[in-house]
């Protein structure tokens, strides 16, 4: 097969088109399920993705719907990409999330729980609720200049009592550790009466939420995704998991979390106190990394990815693999440290540099 091949180019626009997953993308390559997450990641549980950006946490969800679509018409997902919340102020962003769930559920709510006055009646009674409460002012940050003021004398006390390199080291530790907690209580105490007010309507939330689906005639269950929660700032994170978290136990609710796992903080002690999911307890974590610890399993995850591309270009899986001579694929998935995004990203720059020069592969 020559690289002026039409085929080639229909590979490359494929490829191209599907570097960035988009929402409801139907032409986008099938999730490859090396390991039988699809199965887990359908099941009525709550789950955790973790791992490296494009690495197909985006295109597991997308086709898990796809996939329950087609499979059950009892389990319907609501999708939630947290880039959406960006920036936003903690609490407000905790009450934009639910609100984004209910808004979901009412846009769907015909083909989903069919025509109840009720159930619109539900509805609009929540969305009102939470729209009241992210219009209520926030408390005054009175506590916050105490909290800082330990920040400074802990980061201080920390270093005292060893010799130099521990000083260094010791000294480090303490700061980065206090002042993570620091953050962590300047979220909770600034905003602490509108936490109050979150928590003290959530039992009524639940109530509303489980007549919501007594109503149903067909939807039994309701996956809520939430994407890319890596965006919202890391000390905002585990009081919104645990929100979430509180809402779909005791409810046919599951949450379906994809994050980076360096990047995100999903359970903290505070004082005694848990807040937040804790792994293997609250949610069953799912990861779909894949590194160099295991290079053949990575390389031949990458290899099928390629094959699922040559398919949609009617290209055929001997000719994919006469692209690459010797140990070209190795060294491609080498450079793209094992990541199906930047090893598709090189071989695109590859090819269009080889085209654009006339030569052969």
């Not at 039994?220 to 929660?229: A, E, P, T």
């Not at 046919?252 to 848990?274: C, M, N, W």
């Not at 009617?314 to 694929?329: E, P, S, T, W």
Request: charged share 30%; hydrophobic share 35%; net charge neutral.
């Amino acid at each position: 097969m020559q690289l002026d091949d039409q085929r080639l180019h229909i590979l490359r626009q494929k490829i191209t088109e599907s570097l960035r997953i988009q929402r409801d993308s139907r032409e986008a390559v099938p999730y490859i399920d090396a390991a039988n997450v699809l199965g887990d990641i359908c099941s009525r549980q709550n789950h955790t993705i973790f791992a490296r950006r494009g690495c197909g946490k985006t295109l597991l969800l997308h086709h898990s719907t796809l996939r329950l679509n087609d499979q059950s018409d009892t389990i319907r997902t609501v999708y939630l990409n947290c880039e959406d919340f960006k920036r936003h102020s903690f609490p407000n962003v905790l009450i934009e999330i639910v609100d984004a769930l209910f808004h979901e559920l009412e846009t769907h709510l015909t083909g989903w729980f069919g025509r109840k006055r009720r159930s619109r009646a539900l509805i609009k009674e929540i969305r009102t609720n939470l729209a009241q409460l992210k219009a209520a002012d926030d408390n005054t940050d009175e506590t916050v200049r105490f909290v800082t003021s330990s920040e400074r004398s802990s980061s201080l006390t920390g270093s005292l009592g060893f010799g130099r390199e521990r000083v260094v080291d010791s000294k480090l530790g303490a700061s980065n550790s206090t002042t993570s907690k620091a953050e962590t209580e300047r979220t909770f105490t600034r905003h602490q009466e509108k936490i109050r007010a979150l928590d003290m309507h959530l039992p009524h939330l639940k109530q509303l939420l489980r007549e919501f689906f007594t109503l149903s005639a067909s939807v039994q269950s309701v996956f809520l995704q939430i994407d890319d929660l890596y965006h919202l700032r890391k000390s905002d994170q585990p009081f919104v998991i645990d929100y979430i978290h509180r809402l779909c136990k005791d409810l046919p609710l599951y949450f379906k979390v994809a994050t980076l796992r360096h990047a995100s903080s999903l359970y903290i002690d505070r004082e005694g106190q848990p807040i937040g999911a804790q792994e293997r307890h609250d949610y069953q974590p799912i990861n779909i990394d894949y590194t160099f610890a295991d290079f053949p399993r990575t390389r031949d995850q990458n290899r099928k990815i390629f094959l699922e591309f040559g398919k949609l270009a009617a290209i055929d899986d001997d000719d994919i693999n006469d692209l690459f001579k010797g140990q070209g694929f190795d060294r491609l998935v080498m450079a793209g440290g094992g990541v199906p995004r930047d090893t598709l990203s090189l071989f695109l720059e590859v090819l269009g540099t080889v085209q654009s020069q006339g030569g052969d592969r």
